[in-house]
């Protein structure tokens, strides 16, 4: 069983950073997909960054340039460093851990993101 554990929201004013961190434990698979999304309050849950354990990364569009995804395979943890923050960047951010061709998927506790204007 996998459970992830997210840390490093905060309250922040635009234009600041944060970084969130994400530390698995359990069997973690080279095939396994880490991610972080994003909700916000009456909207759907969406896809922030994702990347795979060979460092392959996929973006929103909203945050290309701003964020960036990283992953420590060794330490079965995965960061989402953010710059540049706006306050529509304001959600819960969730951890997400997914195996390839499989049902798996994780979702870690959730961490808060506020950006003030």
């Known amino acids: 069983q996998v459970q992830l554990v997210e840390s490093g929201g905060g309250l922040v004013q635009a234009g600041g950073s944060l970084r969130l961190s994400c530390a698995a434990s359990?069997?973690?698979?080279?095939?396994?997909?880490m991610g972080w999304y994003r909700q916000a309050p009456g909207k759907q849950r969406e896809l922030v960054a994702s990347?795979?354990?060979?460092?392959?990364?996929n973006y929103a569009d909203s945050v290309k340039g701003r964020f960036t995804i990283s992953r420590d395979n060794a330490k079965n943890t995965v960061y989402l460093q953010m710059n540049s923050l706006l306050p529509e960047d304001t959600a819960a951010y969730y951890c997400?851990?997914?195996?390839?061709?499989?049902?798996?998927?994780?979702w870690g506790q959730g961490t808060q993101v506020t950006v003030s204007s």
């Open positions: 997400n851990i997914r195996r390839l061709f499989t049902t798996f998927n994780t």
């Open positions: 359990g069997t973690i698979f080279s095939s396994d997909v």
């Open positions: 990347i795979t354990s060979g460092g392959r990364t």
